[in-house]
């Protein structure tokens, strides 16, 4: 069974930084491309950014919004995903989900992670 | 970027109504979408990849079609577990776009 369980959410000042972490298990988690996805409070979904694995260089991609702030990491010794979050602004506050939003034939999201940006 | 628009926003059923939500994109996506419901105050769970091909253990009362930019998702008979709102989402090209979302809600 696929589980995805990330942490490191909390509260944050704008200006600050946090990273978040997902740790993956029931499937070959280093074969995959991972994705963030965030949700803002009552909002919609909204692609963060992508790893690629490593026989595609580990190359990201990521959403306009994040891009210069954002850097998506992995450990795939540890089957771990990671977001590092800098220069964290108010509208970046919302549930983050790990998971793989490509062409995988399966569920791979997370549960997500609840980050708060405010003074 | 490719903008999906999916209608309706929502909708109001009975349990065993048959609904229908249509997802369009901008541009060509081929098959590379996906249908993913959410319950209030849950994860997303994805239904439905290539646009056609429903995820083991999803009840066979869902069903995806489509290609190119003009998707459906069919709930044959509604029942009571699946009121949640659905997404659709491409994967075809970056950045990876979701609809708006659709609210199923009891009538």
């Known amino acids: 069974e696929v589980q995805l369980v990330e942490s490191g959410g909390g509260l944050v000042q704008p200006g600050g930084s946090l990273r978040l972490s997902c740790v993956a298990s029931g499937f070959t988690f280093s074969n995959n491309y991972m994705d963030w996805v965030r949700q803002a409070p009552g909002k919609g979904l909204e692609w963060v950014g992508q790893i690629r694995n490593k026989a595609q260089g580990y190359t990201t991609e990521y959403a306009a919004s994040v891009k210069g702030r954002f850097t998506i990491s992995r450990d795939d010794s540890n089957n771990s995903l990671y977001l590092q979050m800098n220069s964290l602004r108010i509208e970046d506050t919302a549930v983050y989900y790990c998971g793989d939003m490509g062409a995988v034939i399966g569920n791979y999201w997370g549960q997500g992670t609840l980050v708060t940006v405010s003074s | 970027d490719i903008q999906m628009t999916q209608s309706p926003s929502s909708l109001s059923a009975s349990v065993g109504d048959r609904v229908t939500i249509t997802c369009r994109a901008s541009q060509g996506i081929w098959s590379h979408l996906a249908w993913s419901q959410q319950k209030p105050g849950k994860a997303p769970e994805r239904l439905i990849s290539?646009?056609?091909t429903l995820l083991s253990g999803v009840p066979s009362r869902f069903s995806g079609s489509g290609s190119g930019t003009e998707f459906t998702l069919t709930i044959s008979s509604l029942q009571p577990e699946d009121f949640a709102t659905y997404y659709c989402q491409q994967y075809n090209s970056f950045p990876y776009t979701f609809g708006q979302g659709t609210k199923l809600e009891i009538k």
């Open positions: 290539a646009a056609s």
